[in-house]
């Protein structure tokens, strides 16, 4: 009988926690924001991802949150899904009622998440997702970006690229939009300064599913001076490694999107690339001393060091802040007016949400790749200001039909 | 010249992996007849045990004794499984043992990542054989000769094994027959455990084998699951030679598929498999599938009775509780109980292929996707209003299934189920690949239901007027005399020939038929979320019906309701925690062991404790007894 009344209870509670009325007592005193990523799917980049972000909801709860109000969030996973992410953000914000949403990883998931908000009139900051539509083609009120997109990033190594005598290219990214992204922007801006530039060949392996040895052949078949990469994780593990045997990266100009963040450089150890020109985040070189204590905070509450992730958590979560403060209240009419063209501190530097296409103008370190007591580093680095990185506001305006 | 000595011998060790994990599978099912979803973990867990082994046996000798002991330790581990999760469920209805190996692909995944962690591991280069080879002016990693090697070693090995050994030559005859070499007094269990510990080790070793070329990763597990079902297939399921020459075919054709059109990686398998089904149903070097010879293990299925009147009134009522639903309960429980319908109405559409005509669809995902961006594609470039897209949807998908079924319908059992994958995934590539109409992995957004119903509880009663509708009309359909037919061709194709029933016709149209409720399913789907990607075509949501037909009880025509309802709930409250994969994993194996018939088994233990008018619904899933 015992049992019975037990399993009773825990039925009945089970149920009622399904119909929302387990979260009736909301705590007056606090403001929930809704983080919705992949943790299970990548969660080599969203662990780190949810750790800056903690750490930043600690930082600003221990002085004081924000409106008087301490900051709460409520994280869940995805499982890499767009329709199990937009059932998620409806429970969000419907039955735990938090503020806004952020998060996000990969771009599709981002991108049906943008069209959620705008369709149900909902705030929601993309933290990492990289694909120029979700503030462009496909960009709306409600939605905001914080990371530099795939143009942003692609053209940063274009304007180096551009300064190089190389003049045969050859690009090699993974077949899915990101990478199709990335060689586009690549090419447009590359082209536009080098109009004697050409490109050779144009390598596209299935994502996650590179064989490498014949991309290599194939590559070094059309004797190019140059390589752009766009492949990473395990891709770019076996890219490195079959390219470095074949002898393909020797007396090249070889690039590498992404290719410096921790997340991709670190584990290649002491096979990382030596002599890449790369956009990363040397987090470990970083003399700043918002940034210094930004990484010591960070791994003394994690016992690991940052990641690219860990920098976006962080910074989105002090946008979201900044964004409530300015607004003065929760209304999302309100944070929304808030997050046009708000401007704030971060340990990578202050970054501004563009009021024109809601972007921010957080930016990206491009240095060149060595090995260091048997770890990939980068040196010879400079941060670049994302604002200069974006093509003019008259395209912006084309690229982007949503008015508001 | 050199350059094509190089490419053939890279296709040549890009083919020595896929060999060794291919032929493990292909040895399991010959034997087995068990469909392990859960092979590619194996040989993501050889990865990763390799890994570790090999940061402490340092060396050349440690290199390859770590080899070795991956595969001991992955052999154990399959043996692990075979013990207690597949051998209480050998008796269970054909194929359900898929269900349990893809409760142990969650539990590995969660273990894997508790384990090793979340960071993507470089695995250790060969010792000895770190450089390259030079041929011609062209450069070779030795490791590649090495794999070569390796390769034909384990060809050579696993021909003595089969043609000279005592215990290969039981093997290869279980393969042949199963029924007859235990009738001659071989014990069976003995030579099963045997065949899933060497097939799991083989799946180690290739992940072991692979380290000096990649790495180990958590994705490992399903990236190589697509490839290595392929070449199983086109090599003939149970045929080792066969595993060897497609595993050849496919990779040659994949190193110089990425010289001569670089985007057609990721199909070009999936087509070449196609291509093979339709000339060679059996795969090259496989044999016909005689008939009978390998049906369901369990006592043959007894007729559905007829549907009582109070049955009906049971539906009603449920239908009822759901519809005044939005009378108490919040925006969420309706979104969650809308994909809850949606669920159940795909699940349904491919119980009526699967349960009631026998066609194991592996592909289901094809009119799912294909209705869903039927729609989605009617609304962005012909303004179509919703209304419109949901009835035209349906069409579309019952278009695209005519298509498959044409090639399909002439297949039966797993190369059945092999070739409606190949074509789901043609149609997966053609909505990745052709971005300039549907987006890419960008999708098609913006898709929203029309103002009248862009409420939630609007669009709740709009979904549950559709699914009801289309759950009701595929059971009305399985007592017509359409439906009659349709179970009589699963029963006994020759004796319904006799009769004068149309077997590939009624098949064929079922096949129709079921598409075009998976598509409505799908259009449901894409206006309840808004947006529609790729990932609606993949290999997963396929399993996901399968999953969910098989976990209800594939015997029975209230098993894709109850399959639905607990899989989606039970997905939508573990998902709450960090280890949700591992607790699933865990449900569905527990689940699949402790009601071996499915979940409509639960009516049989409620009638046996409270008596028989208990449980209405399980009247009609008694005809199993």
């Known amino acids: ?404 | 010249m050199d350059f094509f000595v190089v490419q053939i011998l890279t296709g040549l060790a890009n083919a020595a992996a896929l060999f060794l994990v291919a032929s493990g599978l292909s040895i399991i099912f010959g034997v087995t007849r068990v469909v392990n979803f859960s092979h590619g973990s194996f040989y993501m867990l050889g990865a990763y045990i390799a890994y570790s082994l090999m940061t402490v046996l340092p060396g050349f000798i440690g290199f390859w004794a770590s080899i070795l002991l991956t595969g001991v330790a992955v052999g154990l581990i399959g043996l692990i499984v075979e013990l207690g999760v597949l051998r209480p469920i050998y008796k269970s209805p054909e194929l359900f043992q898929l269900v349990a190996t893809f409760g142990v692909i969650l539990v590995i995944q969660d273990l894997t990542l508790l384990i090793w962690g979340p960071d993507d591991l470089i695995g250790k280069r060969s010792p000895g054989f770190e450089g390259v080879v030079k041929i011609g002016d062209q450069l070779l990693p030795a490791y590649d000769l090495v794999l070569i090697f390796l390769s034909f070693l384990v060809l050579g090995g696993l021909w003595y094994l089969f043609n000279k050994t005592r215990a290969g030559i039981l093997v290869r005859a279980a393969t042949q027959d199963r029924e007859m070499v235990g009738a001659l007094g071989v014990n069976q269990s003995w030579l099963f455990s045997g065949v899933f510990f060497l097939g799991s080790a083989l799946a180690g070793i290739g992940g072991a084998a692979q380290l000096p070329k990649g790495g180990a990763d958590l994705l490992m597990d399903f990236n190589i699951l697509a490839p290595v079902f392929v070449v199983v297939v086109i090599g003939g399921m149970g045929s080792i030679p066969g595993a060897f020459v497609a595993a050849l075919i496919i990779s040659e054709l994949n190193v110089f598929g990425v010289q001569l059109l670089p985007q057609s990686t990721l199909v070009l398998m999936f087509v070449v498999m196609a291509v093979v089904l339709i000339f060679r149903p059996w795969g090259l070097f496989g044999r016909p599938e005689i008939v009978g010879s390998h049906g369901s293990q369990g006592p043959p299925e007894a007729p559905l009775r007829a549907f009582s009147g109070r049955l009906w009134l049971v539906l009603a009522a449920c239908a009822l509780a759901l519809a005044v639903v939005p009378l108490f309960g919040g925006n969420f429980l309706q979104v969650l109980l809308a994909d809850v319908i949606i669920a159940c109405l795909f699940a349904t559409s491919l119980h009526f292929i699967l349960g009631l005509g026998g066609l194991v669809s592996f592909g289901h995902a094809a009119t799912f996707g294909g209705g869903a961006y039927a729609a989605a594609l009617m609304v962005q470039y012909a303004e179509t209003p919703m209304e419109l897209a949901l009835l035209l949807a349906p069409l579309a998908a019952g278009l695209l299934a005519l298509v498959i079924g044409w090639f399909c319908v002439r297949l039966s059992g797993v190369y059945f189920a092999m070739l409606t994958l190949a074509f789901a995934q043609v149609v997966w590539s053609i909505a990745f690949q052709w971005s300039e109409v549907t987006g890419g992995d960008d999708g098609i957004l913006g898709i929203w239901p029309s103002a009248w119903a862009s409420s939630t509880t609007a669009y709740y009663y709009l979904v549950l007027a559709l699914g009801i509708g289309g759950i009701t009309t595929l059971l009305f359909m399985a007592y017509t005399p359409f439906g009659y037919a349709l179970r009589g061709s699963r029963d006994s194709a020759l004796r319904s020939e006799a009769i004068g029933i149309n077997v590939r016709l009624v098949q064929w149209s079922a096949f129709i038929f079921a598409g075009m409720m998976s598509g409505l399913s799908g259009a449901l789907f894409v206006f309840a979320k808004g947006s529609i990607f790729p990932t609606e075509l993949e290999i997963a949501r396929s399993f996901d019906a399968l999953i969910i037909v098989f976990l209800g009880g594939v015997q029975s025509l209230f098993g894709p309701l109850a399959g639905g309802v607990v899989f989606t709930l039970l997905q939508d409250w573990l998902s709450r925690f960090e280890y949700w994969r591992l607790c699933l994993g865990l449900m569905i194996i527990a689940i699949v062991i402790l009601l071996p018939n499915g979940l409509v088994g639960v009516g049989h233990w409620v009638r046996g404790r409270f008596g028989r008018n208990a449980d209405p619904l399980s009247d009609a899933e008694e005809e199993a007894a």
Do not use: C
């Open chain 1, 1 to 404: 009988m015992y049992r019975k009344v037990i399993g009773l209870t825990a039925a009945v509670a089970m149920a009622a926690n399904v119909m929302g009325m387990g979260t009736a007592a909301v705590a007056a005193d606090t403001i929930k924001i809704g983080d919705i990523n992949s943790y299970k799917r990548l969660p080599g980049h969203t662990i780190p991802y949810k750790n800056g972000a903690v750490l930043a909801i600690e930082t600003i709860n221990a002085s004081g949150g924000v409106l008087g109000k301490q900051l709460e969030l409520v994280s869940r996973d995805d499982q890499g899904k767009p329709g199990e992410a937009i059932k998620i953000a409806e429970e969000l914000f419907t039955s735990d009622e938090v503020a806004m949403i952020s998060g996000s990883l990969f771009s599709h998931v981002g991108l049906a998440l943008a069209s959620y908000a705008g369709q149900k009139k909902r705030l929601y900051l993309a933290a990492e997702p990289l694909a120029d539509a979700l503030v462009w083609g496909k960009g709306n009120r409600y939605t905001f970006r914080l990371r530099p997109s795939t143009y942003m990033q692609a053209a940063m190594l274009a304007e180096i690229a551009a300064k190089n005598p190389a003049k045969r290219w050859a690009t090699i990214a993974p077949n899915y939009a990101y990478g199709k992204d990335a060689v586009a922007a690549f090419k447009k801006v590359l082209m536009e300064k080098r109009p004697d530039v050409e490109f050779v060949t144009e390598q596209w392996p299935g994502l996650f599913k590179i064989d490498a040895g014949a991309e290599v052949q194939a590559i070094e078949a059309a004797k190019p001076d140059a390589v752009y990469n766009v492949t990473f994780g395990g891709d770019l593990a076996k890219f490195v490694r079959e390219g470095a045997l074949r002898g393909l990266f020797k007396d090249r100009l070889i690039m590498g999107l992404l290719t410096g963040e921790p997340e991709y450089l670190d584990p290649l150890k002491d096979e990382a690339p030596e002599g890449w020109v790369v956009t990363g985040y040397p987090w470990y070189d970083i003399e700043d001393s918002a940034h210094k204590s930004f990484v010591e905070a960070y791994e003394k509450r994690w016992e690991d060091y940052p990641r690219i992730g860990s920098l976006v958590g962080y910074n989105t979560m002090l946008s979201i802040a900044a964004a409530i403060k300015k607004a003065g209240s929760t209304d999302t009419e309100a944070l929304v007016d808030a997050m046009k063209g708000l401007s704030l501190d971060t340990p990578s530097g202050s970054v501004t949400y563009r009021a024109i296409d809601h972007q921010s103008t957080m930016g990206a370190w491009v240095g060149t790749t060595t090995v260091k007591d048997g770890k990939g580093m980068m040196v010879d680095w400079a941060y670049k200001e994302g604002a200069n990185y974006l093509p003019s506001d008259a395209e912006v305006k084309k690229l982007r039909p949503a008015t508001d």
